[in-house]
């Protein structure tokens, strides 16, 4: 890890296994500072990797945390100079590497299994709010819903403000374009998009949809990797007409000049 690695960042770091960060990356879970829920499983994960202390006090607080201190709590396992992470990683996959092979899927299975993780069988029945933003889905359109309070609109709908805690039901139709908040730069095809046809490397970012206070989650395509900034403004491309609800395949470039970033600094 280099740089900024909170909020999903530090979620998708309880998936690894073998963490290496510069010394300049900080790490965090921010939602409780906007009235939001960690809802990557941190509450489940994190105290069962860190100090349950540890884990609360990064849960229940927001703050940032320093390469150092992330070390110290045994949320990464070592610190090196900044710009060689990186290096540091592929030298250590290089030395599990050279290791026997079956050995080493079997003492990761083993790892894996002994740590008595829980499953829990349910079933979800969405309610009034997610039903209707589910239906709008269907039609390629996204709906969130207006807080009476502070008359922020959050997508997608819960049925409630998460800062106010006051009851939703004004309903409003956001974007359907939208302004790339922050990103990330994908270099590892995960398990989990394996059966997807994506290159490495791509791109997944925050986008705040025209009228939304909340950004959703979207990969970027249509452009280079490189080329994707903050401001970038997007439009979605949906895929799979008649299956159902869908989320964007994806979303491309509009070729509209740039937000500035006083329009959306408020949802970094």
């Known amino acids: 890890m280099e740089g900024p690695c909170v909020a999903g960042g530090t979620e998708i770091l309880q998936g690894t296994d073998i963490r290496v960060a510069g010394a300049g990356a900080t790490f965090g879970l921010f939602e409780v500072r906007r009235g939001l829920f960690p809802i990557g499983g941190s509450t489940v994960r994190l105290p069962r990797q860190i100090p349950r202390t540890h884990a609360l006090e990064m849960l229940l607080t927001g703050r940032p945390y320093t390469a150092d201190e ?19 990683a592929l030298a250590v996959a290089e030395r599990i590497n050279a290791c026997g092979p079956l050995a080493v899927e079997a003492v990761k299975a083993s790892v894996h299994e002994g740590a008595e993780l829980t499953e829990i069988d349910y079933v ?25 309070a502070c008359r922020k609109v959050y997508v997608p709908p819960r049925g409630a403000c998460p800062t106010c805690g006051v009851a939703t039901a004004e309903q409003v139709e956001v974007g359907p374009r939208g302004t790339v908040t922050t990103f990330c730069i994908v270099n590892i095809k995960a398990a989990h998009t394996a059966n997807l046809d994506l290159e490495v490397p791509y791109v997944y970012a925050h986008i705040a949809l025209d009228g939304a206070d909340l950004a959703l989650h979207g990969r970027i ?6 080329q994707v900034r903050m401001g970038l403004r997007v439009e979605p491309v949906w895929t799979g007409a008649g299956q159902g609800p869908r989320h964007p395949d994806h979303y491309r470039p509009t070729r509209e000049p740039d937000a500035d970033y006083d329009t959306y600094k408020e949802l970094v």
């Open 221 to 226: 395509a249509g452009i280079p990797y490189d």
């Open 124 to 148: 979800h029945t969405p309610g009034r709010a997610q039903s209707a933003y589910l239906t709008a889905l269907e039609g390629h359109r996204t709906v969130g819903e207006r807080c009476p």
């Open 70 to 88: 992330a070390a110290a709590i045994g949320l990464i396992g070592r610190v090196v100079p900044e710009g060689t992470a990186l290096e540091e």
